[in-house]
């Protein structure tokens, strides 16, 4: 079975970093698109970076130049560093994988839990 675990959210002041992970078991995602994806309160979710297999990468606007997406492809792990983190950021952080080299934020069709990241002003 296939599992996709989130680690590594909690809570920071505005200004602050994390960083995300995303551990894959079941499944060699090494060669596919990836992607984080977050949920604020009241808000629908929204893709916010991904990655394809060549390791070229999409960002949303609300956090280009500020977070990062990579992957370990050896421990089959996804990671997201957040830099200068705002309160708007709070939200659950969820990391998707696809079936596609390459691909786009709605071709996902397996998901973490979620993991809560909280920004305190």
């Known amino acids: 079975q296939v599992q996709l675990v989130e680690s590594g959210g909690c809570s920071v002041q505005a200004g602050g970093s994390l960083r995300l992970s995303c551990a894959v078991y079941?499944?060699?995602?090494?060669?596919?698109?990836m992607a984080w994806f977050r949920q604020a309160p009241g808000k629908e979710r929204e893709g916010i970076a991904l990655i394809n297999h060549d390791g070229s990468t999409r960002y949303a606007a609300s956090v280009k130049g500020r977070f990062t997406i990579s992957r370990d492809t050896v421990k089959n792990t996804l990671f997201l560093q957040m830099n200068t983190l705002k309160p708007e950021d709070t939200a659950t952080y969820y990391c998707?994988?696809?079936?596609?080299?390459?691909?786009?934020?709605?071709?996902?069709?397996?998901w973490g839990k979620g993991i809560l990241v909280t920004i305190s002003s």
């Open positions: 079941g499944y060699d995602y090494s060669n596919y698109c």
């Open positions: 998707a994988g696809s079936g596609r080299e390459f691909c786009g934020y709605s071709d996902m069709h397996t």
